[in-house]
């Protein structure tokens, strides 16, 4: 006589269960000090891509926006924990960040330069602000916010620098083509960004 079938759960197949890999998932982006991608997340716990993925789907809808005090956010091509925005004023009562503390509007302008323009090497920065760029510069490396990137191609090329990771999300970035078109940015950028076209153009020619 032939026996009924089980139905047995995917989860009990494939190992750990969702809601188990979700708060292991969870832990792990409680301890890390960066953003942590899908294949990070995957390795650290074990198990396969897609569920992971599942598990984080899990994740986002408890700590979403207007749920908890911690939401979890996609950025600079990972995921991780930041405090809701009910939340911000109280934490900057707390603590100040110190990586966005004391940025002053020239670093600012380097840093846009950079993002859109990297990599981008120091001479060029100086020719589109105007003004000599290695203080500036070198402090935004010092910072974390800005890293070398290889060298001009001629010899002796000058060493050229792009925004890193850190820059991503402390601006709340998931990748840079989320920042906002030159275009877009109003008629008072309209003198630098006639000078980053220039540069652009003479770059390419």
Same mark, same amino acid.
């Given at each position: 006589?032939?026996?009924?079938?089980?139905?047995?759960?995917?989860?009990?197949? +494939?190992?750990?269960p969702?809601?188990a890999?979700?708060?292991?998932i969870?832990?792990?982006?409680? +301890?890390?000090?960066?953003?942590?991608s899908?294949?990070e997340?995957s @390795?650290?716990?074990?198990?396969?891509?897609?569920? +992971?993925?599942? =598990?984080?789907?899990?994740l986002?809808? &408890?700590?979403?926006?207007g749920?908890?005090g911690?939401?979890?956010?996609?950025?600079?091509?990972?995921?991780?924990f930041?405090?809701?925005?009910?939340?911000?004023?109280?934490?900057?009562?707390?603590?100040?960040?110190?990586?966005?503390?004391?940025? !002053?509007?020239?670093?600012?302008?380097?840093?846009?330069?950079?993002?859109?323009?990297?990599?981008?090497?120091?001479?060029?920065?100086?020719?589109?602000?105007?003004? @000599?760029?290695? !203080?500036?510069?070198?402090?935004?490396?010092?910072?974390?916010?800005?890293?070398?990137?290889?060298?001009?191609? =001629?010899?002796?090329?000058?060493?050229?620098?792009r +925004?890193?990771?850190?820059?991503?999300r402390?601006?709340?970035?998931?990748?840079?083509?989320?920042?906002?078109?030159?275009?877009?940015?109003?008629?008072?950028?309209?003198?630098? &960004?006639?000078?980053?076209?220039?540069?652009?153009? =003479?770059?390419?020619s």
């Open positions: 006589m032939d026996r009924p079938l089980r139905l047995i759960s995917t989860d009990a197949i +494939v190992g750990t969702i809601d890999l979700a708060r292991t969870e832990a792990l982006l409680v +301890v890390a000090s960066q953003p942590l899908v294949e997340l @390795a650290a716990a074990g198990d396969d891509a897609e569920r +992971v993925e599942t =598990a984080l789907g899990l986002r809808e &408890r700590y979403a926006e749920r908890s911690i939401v979890l956010e996609r950025v600079s091509g990972g995921y991780a930041r405090a809701a925005r009910e939340a911000a004023e109280a934490c900057g009562r707390l603590f100040e960040r110190p990586v966005e503390r004391g940025l !002053s509007q020239a670093a600012l302008e380097t840093l846009a330069i950079v993002a859109y323009m990297g990599p981008v090497s120091r001479p060029e920065i100086a020719r589109i602000r105007g003004v @000599a760029a290695d !203080s500036t510069v070198a402090s935004l490396v010092e910072r974390g916010l800005v890293a070398e990137a290889g060298r001009e191609s =001629a010899p002796g090329g000058a060493v050229r620098y +925004v890193t990771p850190l820059f991503e402390v601006f709340g970035l998931d990748t840079l083509a989320e920042l906002p078109r030159l275009d877009d940015l109003g008629g008072e950028r309209e003198a630098i &960004r006639e000078r980053l076209l220039a540069v652009a153009e =003479a770059r390419a």
